[in-house]
């Protein structure tokens, strides 16, 4: 079996399908990052996934709009559910000073959902809304975005991607799911 998730290695869909796989026993089942809503509904349409792990709702900023404007008309046969406890991290690019740092990239989502937390620590980063935060994580490692650009993703994708934790647990509420 095939499923598809949300995002890139290291995305939060990607961490939710691991032990959502793991929970019901089906650890051999392949994953497929597919990026966007979009993405999964083609691949769930064409067959080349047999399900797919995506965010619907987040208990701090609401409802993932992507999720809603793709699937709007769509019918579900089968609708799981998985609460996943979520915990942003800022990272930067080794070598980059803190105090050089002037926007903040990371999925729409994860804006809302640390935004108390930056107003408060990181005021002067502007943000810069990308289609994942684990594509930041990425794109920062890889030159893509600039190096006065901090991201926000999980600690498995900036790890993964030899970026420098600034800090852990940024979300709002300790209750981010």
């Known amino acids: 079996d ?3 998730y949300m995002g890139i290695p290291g995305s939060f869909s990607e961490i939710a399908a691991e032990e959502l796989l ?4 089906l650890e051999g089942a392949e994953l497929v990052p597919l990026v966007c809503a979009k993405n999964i509904l083609n691949a769930l349409r064409e067959g080349s996934v047999s ?3 995506l ?4 208990s701090t900023a609401g409802p993932v709009s992507e999720f809603v404007q793709t699937f709007e008309d769509v019918s579900y046969e089968q609708l799981g559910e998985y609460v996943l406890p979520i915990h942003h991290c800022l990272f930067k690019k080794p070598g980059v000073d ?3 740092l002037t926007e903040v990239a990371t999925h729409p989502q994860a804006l809302r959902q640390t935004d108390h937390t930056r107003a408060q620590r990181w005021p002067r ?3 810069r809304e990308i289609e994942d935060t684990a594509i930041g994580a990425e794109w920062l490692a890889k ?3 600039p190096e006065s650009a901090a991201v926000i993703c999980s600690i498995k994708a900036g790890r993964a991607w030899g970026l420098d934790l600034i800090a852990e647990n940024i979300e709002d509420s300790a209750e981010n799911r």
């Open 98 to 100: 803190v105090s050089q």
């Open 2 to 4: 095939k499923v598809g």
């Open 143 to 145: 030159g893509e975005l």
């Open 51 to 53: 399900c797919g792990v």
């Open 125 to 127: 980063l502007a943000e």
């Open 22 to 25: 793991k929970q019901e026993g």
């Open 55 to 58: 965010g619907v709702r987040n």
